[in-house]
């Protein structure tokens, strides 16, 4: 479990660093919309990735975030320039896979809640997203 908690708090953080990139350099047309979309959506994910990295320390101890910034380039290939919305598309659902995979795992319930919140607002952006990609 420990492993795959630590890869969705690294996924999280990589969505958020995206996020916040994609809000700062958005422009054209669609400004208003994309950059209030994105805005939302990255304070929202820093939440969670702050609170499930604590969740994680409290769990096991600090020695492995200091190797978030090394797993944050694994997220990379969701990086589509040519299309911002399809990134946010395959980062959000891979935090919907992850988070599947490790609610199959024995959790506590206050764990088991967070992600469950996590989820649910990740199904929420990814709805959004697929929307605007039409």
Same mark, same amino acid.
């Given at each position: 479990m420990k492993d795959n908690l630590?890869?969705?708090v690294t996924l999280l953080r990589a969505l958020n660093i995206h996020y916040q990139v994609s809000h700062h350099n958005t422009k054209g047309v669609t400004f @208003? $919309? &994309?950059h209030e979309f994105l805005g939302g959506a990255y304070e929202e994910?820093?939440?969670d990735y702050d609170s499930l990295a604590e969740r994680f320390?409290?769990? @096991? $101890? &600090?020695?492995d975030i200091s190797k978030l910034i090394d797993g944050i380039s694994t997220y990379n290939k969701y990086v589509n320039k040519n299309n911002i919305f399809k990134s946010f598309s395959l980062f959000e659902k891979e935090v919907q896979d992850q988070i599947e995979k490790i609610a199959k795992e024995k959790i506590s319930q206050g764990l088991y809640n967070l992600l469950g919140s996590i989820a649910e607002k990740s199904e929420s952006r990814y709805y959004k997203i697929e929307q605007r990609i039409k």
């Amino acid at each position: 479990m420990k492993d795959n908690l630590f890869s969705l708090v690294t996924l999280l953080r990589a969505l958020n660093i995206h996020y916040q990139v994609s809000h700062h350099n958005t422009k054209g047309v669609t400004f @208003f $919309g &994309d950059h209030e979309f994105l805005g939302g959506a990255y304070e929202e994910v820093v939440g969670d990735y702050d609170s499930l990295a604590e969740r994680f320390v409290c769990e @096991f $101890g &600090d020695e492995d975030i200091s190797k978030l910034i090394d797993g944050i380039s694994t997220y990379n290939k969701y990086v589509n320039k040519n299309n911002i919305f399809k990134s946010f598309s395959l980062f959000e659902k891979e935090v919907q896979d992850q988070i599947e995979k490790i609610a199959k795992e024995k959790i506590s319930q206050g764990l088991y809640n967070l992600l469950g919140s996590i989820a649910e607002k990740s199904e929420s952006r990814y709805y959004k997203i697929e929307q605007r990609i039409k």
